[in-house]
């Protein structure tokens, strides 16, 4: 197919073109008179230094200005169409119209000339063929004298082979394995054999050179985590995709804690206390190793229990604190009655005997209230009993009563 090439401007200042690019001969001055009728004439308009050049089998233009010149003092004419083209490529034909005794009025036509498929490098010698349409009589119009240009022919441009290499992207430190918000690196590594677009997780994260990067490492989410890299070139060849995967967990084990035995009504052990642990995970799992050993309360206090774990990711889990109240001593209780016997060591009345408790650590829950003895007789005794809230017990009697009432 053939190819246009774009129109010449034709400018103001006007020149014959060098001989590289256009040459016009046989241009015919104002000042020739010629035997008989008027003259058509034609010169180049073109921009000094300009080249007009094609490709085989291209079209180019060549802006040429055309005029009458009268043939000799006092002739004239009639209006007149004259015909140009270049080379008798007649496809080509440009029209002017000029006036009756319209004399040297130069106007300018562009001529497109399509140089052939199979023209060889060089110049091609081409006349401007015009003719008119007032052929014979007095006032004919004739172009007498040949006027040629020439056009350059040129190799076309070498074409450059296409860039058909996809470009090449490779992580220097992939990531892999287990992470935490703590462990998880921020970044990573790539290395890119040329200038190129990168796309991670197909998103744009702008043009790199060829080199060594780093990137930021996209945000994570509970769970196993792809990351994708992808680079583009500038002949937008696509690289493959090379992804790494590692998991995230960023969520702590759930701990728990469990006595061997439960406690009184009254949130106290009278017994050693035996504290086990246990943990559960929905992300990485538990880490068996790391669940706390359990605990024994063997001492009496208040004692606070807590066990710890830690899922595979190393994220470390605490169970809520609880509470060991233990109390395995008894409350201290005594006796006594309500006043001394005589001097040989008997009442003559009842004689009523009244206990107080004590215990320091858990508190006395209960004890044995006054006992009266009313009973005449030797070796008369009250018992009393304590209870702490832990469960303890102790007793105490008093004994050696004797009572008469006679």
Not at 108 to 123: F, K, P, Q, R
Request: aromatic share 6%; glycine share 8%.
């Amino acid at each position: 197919m053939m190819k246009k090439k774009s129109i010449i401007n034709v400018l103001s200042k006007k020149a014959l073109l060098v001989a590289t690019a256009i040459a016009i001969s046989g241009v015919v001055p104002t000042s020739v008179a010629l035997a008989h009728g008027e003259l058509v004439a034609a010169e180049v308009a073109a921009q000094e230094n300009t080249r007009v050049s094609g490709l085989p089998g291209e079209t180019v233009t060549v802006p040429v200005q055309v005029w009458l010149i009268p043939d000799g003092g006092g002739n004239k004419t009639d209006a007149a169409t004259v015909t140009v083209n270049l080379g008798g490529q007649t496809q080509h034909d440009k029209t002017l119209t000029f006036a009756a005794n319209e004399f040297n009025t130069k106007k300018t036509v562009n001529l497109e000339y399509t140089i052939s498929a199979d023209a060889t490098v060089g110049n091609l010698n081409l006349k401007v063929e015009m003719s008119s349409n007032i052929k014979t009589g007095s006032n004919q119009v004739r172009n007498e004298k040949p006027d040629n240009v020439t056009i350059q022919v040129v190799n076309p441009a070498p074409l450059v082979p296409a860039d058909t290499t996809a470009p090449v992207v490779v992580f220097i430190n992939p990531i892999s394995g287990i992470f935490n918000a703590t462990t998880l690196p921020t970044e990573f590594k790539i290395s890119l054999d040329e200038a190129s677009e990168l796309f991670v997780n197909g998103q744009s994260q702008g043009e790199f050179e060829s080199g060594t990067h780093s990137l930021l490492l996209p945000t994570p989410t509970e769970g196993v985590n792809t990351v994708t890299l992808q680079a583009v070139d500038a002949a937008k060849n696509v690289s493959s995709v090379v992804p790494f995967t590692y998991t995230y967990d960023s969520i702590a084990p759930e701990v728990t804690s469990s006595p061997n035995r439960n406690t009184n009504g009254n949130s106290w052990y009278k017994e050693d206390v035996t504290v086990s642990f246990n943990a559960t995970d929905s992300g990485t799992g538990v880490n068996k190793e790391s669940i706390s050993k359990d605990v024994l309360v063997a001492e009496d206090g208040i004692h606070t229990i807590f066990g710890t774990a830690t899922d595979l990711a190393g994220n470390l889990g605490t169970s809520e604190p609880i509470t060991i109240k233990l109390d395995k001593t008894a409350p201290t209780i005594r006796g006594s009655a309500d006043r001394s016997p005589n001097s040989t060591g008997w009442y003559k009345d009842n004689v009523t005997v009244t206990f107080n408790a004590a215990d320091t650590l858990s508190g006395v829950e209960s004890f044995t209230q006054p006992v009266t003895l009313s009973e005449e007789g030797r070796d008369q005794f009250a018992n009393g009993t304590a209870t702490d809230l832990a469960g303890n017990s102790a007793s105490t009697a008093v004994s050696g009563i004797n009572i008469v009432t006679i």
